[in-house]
């Protein structure tokens, strides 16, 4: 079964600085999609960003940028200026590609708070 | 856009009631629903998928008689929580999968929050 790890129960940024979350996840297979949702206070879950594991090139969405490591089975999220309103709950996700591939994986989420 | 609803936004029920949950895609027709449930402070557990026309898939541990799901159109699925306990009150999330180029990609409702007195 497959694993999402996320390290970092909570992280903090200054406003306008940067910050990179951490999710290594374990899996056997080789085809995959990754994901990293946003979970605000309102607990409404935003797709951030998305990332195919077919593809060498990392994702990237505006300030949002990943960091894709295939081999180490490693997917950062980086937030560039941060904003107030990038804080919340991050998780990171994982999907099999395969035909019993709808179970989206979560890992246990990163609290990010942004410092004024 | 991809726009999922969720109905109600929080209930309160008496314990052994039942509750009703629906989850609509708005702007999409979603063959696959899914409901997750989310404990305060933790991660989201996917508590099963929801098929169009057919059975729901469990997963391992979720009651099927406790959490009855029905997907009897494109876009609704609804959660009945029979005859719910103290133990149930949770926060509930749908989400669907929206066909097409990024069809594996899922979009969340606002959730539930439920408790149980």
């Known amino acids: 079964a497959q694993t999402v790890t996320q390290s970092q129960p909570e992280m903090s940024v200054q406003e306008a600085e940067t910050v990179t979350l951490s999710c290594t996840y374990d899996?056997?297979?080789?085809?995959?999609?990754l994901f990293w949702y946003k979970q605000p206070p309102s607990r409404q879950m935003i797709l951030v960003i998305r990332q195919e594991a077919y593809k060498q090139q990392n994702a990237t969405e505006n300030r949002f940028s990943v960091n894709f490591q295939k081999a180490a089975k490693s997917f950062s999220l980086k937030i560039s200026d941060s904003q107030l309103g990038d804080a919340a709950m991050y998780f990171c996700a994982y999907r099999s590609a395969g035909s019993s591939g709808d179970k989206l994986t979560f890992g246990t989420g990163t609290r990010l708070a942004v410092r004024p | 856009g991809a726009v999922v609803s969720q109905h109600p936004s929080w209930v309160i029920c008496k314990s052994g009631t039942s509750v009703k949950i629906e989850c609509r895609s708005l702007?999409?027709?979603?063959?696959?629903m899914f409901w997750y449930r989310q404990f305060p402070k933790q991660s989201l557990m996917l508590m099963a998928t929801?098929?169009?026309?057919?059975?729901?898939?469990?997963e391992q541990g979720v009651e099927k008689d406790k959490f009855l799901i029905n997907h009897a159109s494109l876009t609704l699925s609804t959660l009945t929580v029979t005859s719910a306990h103290p133990e149930d009150s949770s926060f509930y999330i749908c989400?669907?999968?929206?066909?097409?180029?990024?069809?594996?990609?899922?979009?969340f409702g606002p959730g539930t929050r439920l408790l149980v007195l």
């Open positions: 989400s669907a999968r929206k066909p097409g180029l990024a069809r594996e990609t899922q979009y």
């Open positions: 929801s098929n169009e026309g057919s059975k729901a898939t469990y």
């Open positions: 899996t056997s297979e080789s085809d995959y999609y």
């Open positions: 702007d999409f027709q979603a063959t696959t």
